[in-house]
């Protein structure tokens, strides 16, 4: 069975397709260690981590590595990465922070510009997809930051520690959290060690959608 990149990997691979795009050869290690968020801890990602995650891109044959020369990374899917995209509606934005107003109905609604997403930073299905705009840092230690772009499944059951959008009935909004089923109660906790869970009634809350991957654009 092959293993789903971590959103690490994926940021990284991403990132080399995009810089390979506007540059048409690859970037070094640097560069890509560059464009990683700094650990929880405020220190930066270190050349190693960077290796690492490398080298399991290329253990599952994302990429190909010439550790020889500085811009050593080749694309495995080079050639096709242009054609072999997944268009998914962006229906509008959710909070990873406090709730936030959205349609009720966003996760089904349509409205907005889709965006195309290379099938590889995608699960092998991909059906019911929608993509949100995050607004806030509230899951920053999982990697999510502000303006980056979620992209879910559309459903409506989850189990305990899963990434999911949440509509909050009572407050009429929305927001991005990992969700626990404690009893008489729900929490909603962000990853982010700064801030407090939201804890609220099982009747309060109607799961939109789960995680599946987050879409970096890179600048």
């Known amino acids: 069975m092959i293993k789903e990149l971590s959103l690490r990997q994926k940021h990284i691979l991403k990132f080399i397709e995009d810089f390979h795009g506007r540059h048409n050869y690859p970037p070094t290690i640097r560069e890509i ?6 650990a929880s801890s405020g220190k930066p990602v270190s050349t190693s981590v960077v290796d690492y995650n490398l080298n399991i891109l290329e253990d599952r044959n994302h ?3 010439n550790r020889h020369i500085s811009r050593g990374i080749e694309l495995v899917n080079a050639t096709s990465s242009g054609t072999n995209r ?3 509606p962006l229906v509008g934005q959710i909070a990873a922070g406090e709730p936030i107003d959205v349609p009720e109905d966003f996760a089904t609604s349509g409205f907005g510009d889709p965006i195309e997403i290379s099938a590889d930073l995608l699960p092998s299905r991909t059906d019911n997809l929608f993509a949100l705009r995050v607004k806030g840092t509230s899951m920053i230690d999982a990697l999510i930051d502000d303006g980056d772009i979620v992209i879910l499944r559309h459903q409506q059951t989850a189990e305990n520690g899963e990434a999911v959008a949440v509509w909050l009935k009572d407050e009429k909004a929305t927001t991005l959290k990992r969700f626990y089923h404690e009893g008489t109660r729900i929490r909603l906790q962000p990853a982010n060690s700064s801030l407090q869970p939201i804890y609220t009634r099982p009747d309060n809350v109607e799961i939109k959608g789960r995680l599946v991957s987050v879409y970096r654009t890179v600048v």
């Not at 260690?33 to 700094?38: E, K, Y």
Request: net charge positive; no cysteine; glycine share 8%.
């Open 63 to 65: 990429i190909r590595r």
């Open 33 to 38: 260690q560059g464009n990683l968020r700094p």
């Open 86 to 88: 997944v268009a998914i």
